[in-house]
Protein backbone atom coordinates (compact mmCIF):
# COMPACT_ATOMS: atom_id res chain seq x y z
CA UNK A 1 0.00 0.00 0.00
CA UNK A 2 2.76 2.46 0.85
CA UNK A 3 4.87 1.65 -2.06
CA UNK A 4 1.39 1.97 -4.06
CA UNK A 5 0.64 6.01 -2.43
CA UNK A 6 4.54 6.88 -3.34
CA UNK A 7 4.54 5.79 -6.66
CA UNK A 8 1.13 7.45 -7.32
CA UNK A 9 2.77 10.77 -5.55
CA UNK A 10 5.30 10.26 -7.38
CA UNK A 11 3.78 9.54 -11.27
CA UNK A 12 1.10 12.58 -10.08
CA UNK A 13 4.26 14.82 -9.72
CA UNK A 14 6.49 13.96 -12.94
CA UNK A 15 2.82 14.04 -14.96
CA UNK A 16 0.96 16.99 -13.63
CA UNK A 17 1.15 18.93 -16.97
CA UNK A 18 -1.18 16.33 -18.57
CA UNK A 19 -3.33 15.82 -15.42
CA UNK A 20 -4.47 19.24 -15.01
CA UNK A 21 -6.35 19.57 -18.10
CA UNK A 22 -8.96 16.66 -16.66
CA UNK A 23 -9.61 18.77 -13.52
CA UNK A 24 -10.27 21.78 -16.17
CA UNK A 25 -11.20 20.70 -19.90
CA UNK A 26 -14.60 19.54 -20.60
CA UNK A 27 -13.59 17.88 -23.78
CA UNK A 28 -11.83 15.54 -21.08
CA UNK A 29 -14.54 15.13 -18.95
CA UNK A 30 -18.22 13.33 -18.85
CA UNK A 31 -20.62 13.78 -15.72
CA UNK A 32 -21.38 10.00 -16.20
CA UNK A 33 -20.82 7.37 -18.23
CA UNK A 34 -24.64 7.54 -19.90
CA UNK A 35 -23.33 11.01 -21.64
CA UNK A 36 -20.30 8.95 -23.28
CA UNK A 37 -21.63 8.89 -26.59
CA UNK A 38 -19.49 4.96 -28.09
CA UNK A 39 -20.20 6.56 -31.98
CA UNK A 40 -18.63 9.87 -30.83
CA UNK A 41 -15.32 7.88 -29.50
CA UNK A 42 -15.35 5.64 -32.17
CA UNK A 43 -14.82 8.89 -35.03
CA UNK A 44 -12.25 10.09 -32.47
CA UNK A 45 -9.90 7.06 -33.09
CA UNK A 46 -11.07 5.11 -30.09
CA UNK A 47 -11.19 1.26 -30.73
CA UNK A 48 -11.01 -0.11 -27.10
CA UNK A 49 -12.42 1.14 -23.69
CA UNK A 50 -11.62 0.41 -20.61
CA UNK A 51 -13.61 0.93 -17.79
CA UNK A 52 -14.18 1.35 -14.16
CA UNK A 53 -16.38 -0.07 -12.04
CA UNK A 54 -17.05 1.88 -8.62
CA UNK A 55 -18.18 5.47 -9.41
CA UNK A 56 -18.37 4.62 -13.47
CA UNK A 57 -20.47 1.38 -13.95
CA UNK A 58 -21.91 0.94 -10.05
CA UNK A 59 -21.42 2.65 -6.96
CA UNK A 60 -19.05 1.69 -4.21
CA UNK A 61 -18.92 -2.09 -4.28
CA UNK A 62 -22.41 -2.73 -5.89
CA UNK A 63 -22.10 -6.12 -7.93
CA UNK A 64 -25.01 -5.73 -10.91
CA UNK A 65 -25.58 -2.18 -12.72
CA UNK A 66 -28.30 -0.32 -13.57
CA UNK A 67 -30.55 -0.95 -16.62
CA UNK A 68 -29.45 1.96 -18.03
CA UNK A 69 -25.99 0.94 -17.93
CA UNK A 70 -26.80 -2.53 -19.18
CA UNK A 71 -28.16 -0.64 -22.12
CA UNK A 72 -24.95 1.36 -22.71
CA UNK A 73 -22.78 -1.32 -21.95
CA UNK A 74 -24.40 -3.65 -24.35
CA UNK A 75 -24.55 -0.49 -26.78
CA UNK A 76 -20.65 0.17 -26.15
CA UNK A 77 -20.20 -3.63 -27.63
CA UNK A 78 -22.27 -3.50 -30.39
CA UNK A 79 -20.05 0.01 -31.70
CA UNK A 80 -16.46 -1.80 -30.37
CA UNK A 81 -16.87 -5.07 -30.93
CA UNK A 82 -16.48 -8.15 -28.55
CA UNK A 83 -13.84 -7.98 -27.29
CA UNK A 84 -12.74 -4.62 -27.28
CA UNK A 85 -14.78 -3.09 -24.00
CA UNK A 86 -12.88 -3.92 -20.45
CA UNK A 87 -13.44 -3.26 -17.18
CA UNK A 88 -10.73 -2.74 -15.48
CA UNK A 89 -11.56 -2.09 -11.72
CA UNK A 90 -9.17 -2.11 -7.92
CA UNK A 91 -12.10 -4.09 -6.52
CA UNK A 92 -12.78 -7.64 -8.78
CA UNK A 93 -14.44 -9.40 -6.35
CA UNK A 94 -15.41 -12.91 -7.08
CA UNK A 95 -19.70 -11.83 -7.29
CA UNK A 96 -18.58 -9.48 -9.52
CA UNK A 97 -16.51 -11.34 -11.71
CA UNK A 98 -19.34 -14.10 -12.13
CA UNK A 99 -22.24 -10.91 -12.66
CA UNK A 100 -20.40 -9.92 -15.40
CA UNK A 101 -18.93 -13.08 -17.19
CA UNK A 102 -22.79 -14.53 -16.92
CA UNK A 103 -24.30 -10.59 -18.08
CA UNK A 104 -22.00 -9.27 -20.43
CA UNK A 105 -20.09 -12.02 -23.24
CA UNK A 106 -18.50 -9.02 -24.70
CA UNK A 107 -17.01 -7.74 -22.08
CA UNK A 108 -13.32 -8.54 -20.39
CA UNK A 109 -12.33 -8.35 -17.21
CA UNK A 110 -8.60 -7.66 -16.77
CA UNK A 111 -7.31 -8.40 -13.13
CA UNK A 112 -3.30 -6.99 -13.11
CA UNK A 113 -1.58 -8.13 -10.06
CA UNK A 114 -0.83 -4.27 -9.59
CA UNK A 115 -3.70 -1.87 -9.09
CA UNK A 116 -4.14 1.43 -10.69
CA UNK A 117 -2.05 4.19 -11.25
CA UNK A 118 0.29 1.25 -12.20
CA UNK A 119 -0.15 1.01 -16.05
CA UNK A 120 -0.48 -2.85 -16.01
CA UNK A 121 -3.69 -3.42 -16.87
CA UNK A 122 -3.43 -0.66 -19.08
CA UNK A 123 -0.53 -2.64 -21.21
CA UNK A 124 -2.00 -5.79 -20.59
CA UNK A 125 -5.50 -4.60 -22.58
CA UNK A 126 -3.16 -3.29 -25.42
CA UNK A 127 -1.55 -6.57 -25.70
CA UNK A 128 -4.82 -8.47 -25.71
CA UNK A 129 -6.32 -6.21 -28.28
CA UNK A 130 -3.33 -5.21 -30.13
CA UNK A 131 -4.19 -1.20 -30.23
CA UNK A 132 -1.70 1.42 -29.61
CA UNK A 133 -1.83 3.34 -26.49
CA UNK A 134 -3.87 6.74 -27.96
CA UNK A 135 -6.60 4.14 -29.57
CA UNK A 136 -7.30 2.78 -25.88
CA UNK A 137 -9.96 5.37 -23.96
CA UNK A 138 -9.62 4.84 -19.82
CA UNK A 139 -12.63 5.95 -18.24
CA UNK A 140 -12.36 6.74 -14.49
CA UNK A 141 -14.34 8.94 -11.93
CA UNK A 142 -10.56 9.62 -9.95
CA UNK A 143 -8.07 11.17 -11.28
CA UNK A 144 -4.93 9.65 -8.97
CA UNK A 145 -6.06 5.60 -10.13
CA UNK A 146 -7.33 5.06 -14.00
CA UNK A 147 -6.46 8.79 -15.52
CA UNK A 148 -3.11 8.44 -14.18
CA UNK A 149 -2.64 5.35 -15.27
CA UNK A 150 -3.98 5.92 -18.50
CA UNK A 151 -1.45 9.35 -19.00
CA UNK A 152 1.15 7.02 -17.84
CA UNK A 153 0.74 3.85 -20.39
CA UNK A 154 0.24 7.03 -23.38
CA UNK A 155 -3.39 6.01 -23.61
CA UNK A 156 -6.36 8.45 -23.83
CA UNK A 157 -8.86 9.07 -20.28
CA UNK A 158 -11.90 10.35 -19.74
CA UNK A 159 -12.62 11.75 -16.22
CA UNK A 160 -15.93 11.06 -14.78
CA UNK A 161 -16.96 13.94 -12.56
CA UNK A 162 -19.66 13.08 -11.21
CA UNK A 163 -19.54 9.26 -9.98
CA UNK A 164 -22.40 6.70 -9.45
CA UNK A 165 -22.67 6.84 -5.03
CA UNK A 166 -24.93 5.53 -3.07
CA UNK A 167 -24.53 6.89 0.75
CA UNK A 168 -27.77 4.85 1.79
CA UNK A 169 -25.67 1.29 1.37
CA UNK A 170 -21.90 1.92 1.62
CA UNK A 171 -21.79 5.26 3.74
CA UNK A 172 -18.46 5.15 5.15
CA UNK A 173 -16.40 3.90 1.75
CA UNK A 174 -18.62 6.37 -0.36
CA UNK A 175 -17.84 9.28 2.15
CA UNK A 176 -14.12 8.17 2.38
CA UNK A 177 -13.92 8.44 -1.70
CA UNK A 178 -15.72 11.25 -1.80
CA UNK A 179 -12.66 12.90 0.42
CA UNK A 180 -10.20 11.50 -1.91
CA UNK A 181 -11.96 12.54 -5.16
CA UNK A 182 -12.22 16.28 -3.45
CA UNK A 183 -8.85 16.26 -2.25
CA UNK A 184 -7.16 15.36 -5.97
CA UNK A 185 -9.17 18.16 -7.44
CA UNK A 186 -7.87 19.99 -4.75
CA UNK A 187 -4.00 19.40 -4.82
CA UNK A 188 -4.32 19.20 -8.82
Not at 5 to 25: N, S
Not at 78 to 105: A, D, M, Q
Not at 132 to 149: C, H, I, K, Q, Y
Amino acid sequence: MIKRIGYTLGMAWRHRKMLKPYRYEKALQSEGILNCDPNLLKTRGIKVIALDLDGVLTPYGEIEVSQEIDSWLNFCIGIFGEGNVFILTNKPTSERLNYFSKHFKGITLILPKRKKPYPDGIQQILQIAKVSPPELLMVDDRLLTGVLAAIVAGSSACYITKPLISLTKRPLPELFFIGLRKMERFFI
